[in-house]
Every structure is written in structure tokens, then in C-alpha cells.
């Protein structure tokens, strides 16, 4: 009767252990998925929303809404800042144009899409604090898209390292150009789009 019991006890032990085992990659899944407060996340039907959550939601790129969505007082198109950057609903490129810009390590992405027709190339203008703006011309992606990069700290006089004790603000606007015979035939530009970095 006592081995009996111990036999059982030991199957029991074995099976807990395999629970436990079997159980830990989901524990680890859960833990590594972010909760963002359900008040600032885009509603269902928002362009920024949907990029959003197209990107992995909390656990995208641009992490969790820090603020709700907010339309402009002056012009139509909308925007929401994020843990790591910011998403800009710039319609008067085309009803479906997102400009975009995060922070990842040291590197800045500033991306677009959705502009509403075929472009040969886009400029970029970036500014870092409300200084001189810096224009670079950007080859696509897509006919409607394209992405620049910019490494602050790569670049002299533009961002040093201070330990901690300054916030930089570089802010960023794009327009879609076709190659003329005389030039560049451009569009207007997006609404600006900005995140800050510490350091």
C-alpha cells in the first residue's frame, strides 16, 4: 500500500512538473506583452489607429499612445504621440497619407505612405530644436512611400552626447516630386510630423 502511494505521488510530482514546463513559454509570451491604457488607444476606423495595430500595437515600434488622438484646429488630418514616436494623418497629400517618425536606439525613422499618386522621388525637410532646416532628396520605396533615417549623434554639430541632461526636438516634413525637362515638379508638403530624444 505505501509503495502504492509513493508510486502515485511521484506520477503526480512528474505531471506537475511537465504542467510547469509546458506552461513557462506562455507565462514568458504574456509577460513580454505590453497593456496600454484603453482611454488613448485610436478607435477602430482611425487611419492612425490602424497603422498602429498593423505594427504590432504595444509591442510596435512606436510602443504605447501616450495621448489620445487629436485633430488640428486649423486643417483636417489628425495626430497621436507615442512612447517612441509620433503618427501624423496628413491628408492633404491624399486621404490616406500617414507620416510617421520613431526613435530606435540612437537612429531616427521618419517614414510616409499612402500619398495619394505616383511620385519619381520625395524631399525631406528636417530641422532639429526650430533651427535651419536641412533638405534631402529621398528615392522611393513605392510610388507612394518612402522612409529616411537619421543618426544624430553620427553627425557633427547636430546632437552630443550630455549624459542625460539635454532633449532634442527634430521635426520632419516630406513632398512627393516628379522629374521635369526644368526641374522637379513638387507637391505640397505633409504636416510635420516631431520626436524628442534624450541624452
Not at 44 to 57: E, Q
Not at 59 to 86: A, L
Not at 155 to 172: P, Q, S
Not at 173 to 185: L, P
Request: charge should be positive; aromatic fraction near 10%; proline fraction near 4%.
Amino acid at each position: 500500500m505505501a509503495r502504492t502511494s509513493r508510486s502515485l505521488l511521484a506520477v503526480a510530482a512528474t505531471v506537475a512538473t511537465a504542467t510547469a514546463v509546458l506552461a513557462a513559454p506562455g507565462v514568458a509570451q504574456a509577460s513580454t506583452t505590453r497593456a496600454c491604457d484603453v482611454h488613448l488607444v485610436a478607435q477602430h476606423g482611425s487611419l492612425i489607429g490602424g497603422l498602429w495595430r498593423a505594427n504590432g500595437a504595444a509591442n510596435s515600434v512606436y510602443g504605447c499612445p501616450v495621448t489620445q488622438e487629436f485633430g488640428f484646429p486649423d486643417k483636417q488630418g489628425s495626430w497621436q504621440r507615442y512612447q517612441n514616436g509620433k503618427i501624423v494623418w496628413s491628408p492633404n497629400l491624399g486621404n490616406g497619407t500617414l507620416v510617421r517618425v520613431f526613435t530606435k536606439g540612437n537612429t531616427t525613422v521618419f517614414k510616409w505612405s499612402g500619398l495619394g499618386r505616383d511620385w519619381d522621388h520625395f524631399n525631406v525637410r528636417w530641422s532639429k530644436d526650430g533651427g535651419q532646416a536641412t533638405q534631402v532628396q529621398v528615392g522611393r520605396l513605392t510610388p507612394w512611400s518612402g522612409q529616411y533615417t537619421l543618426s544624430p549623434y553620427a553627425l557633427d554639430g547636430v546632437g552630443t552626447t550630455t549624459n542625460g541632461h539635454e532633449v532634442n526636438r527634430f521635426a520632419f516634413i516630406v513632398q512627393g516630386c516628379d522629374r521635369g525637362t526644368f526641374g522637379s515638379d513638387c507637391g505640397p508638403w505633409s504636416i510635420p510630423t516631431s520626436v524628442s530624444l534624450a541624452h
